[in-house]
């Protein structure tokens, strides 16, 4: 059984127990968040059920494990013979997240 979320311009593939990464969500760490940007949902019999655009009735629970920043990306710009050299850098933050439960309808999914 997983389901297929849509977050922050992202797809993931979720099962109940992963922890995966989220883009920022204002969310303090404990607190439980609802996502319901289900766009396809697997019972685990072989049967997938692909919403259009979302799947009807379809949540996935999580609760929120930290607030973090993802490791520096350095940049360098050069311009050669010209004596331009500029270095910056950037952190992307994130939420992570551990998954509770997929539910279709109010029933969790099993």
Do not use: C
Request: hydrophobic share 35%; proline share 3%.
């Amino acid at each position: 059984m997983y389901a297929v979320i849509r977050q922050g311009g992202h797809q993931y593939r979720v099962t109940t127990g992963d922890v995966i990464q989220l883009e920022k969500l204002e969310v303090e760490a404990g607190q439980e968040v609802t996502l319901e940007e289900v766009l396809a949902v697997s019972t685990g019999e072989g049967a997938l059920e692909v919403g259009e655009p979302r799947v009807v009735g379809a949540v996935v629970k999580a609760k929120v494990i930290r607030q973090g920043k993802s490791p520096k990306v350095d940049i360098y710009k050069m311009r050669r013979r010209k004596g331009f050299a500029r270095t910056g850098g950037h952190r992307q933050p994130f939420t992570e997240v551990r998954v509770i439960s997929v539910e279709k309808n109010g029933q969790a999914l099993a």
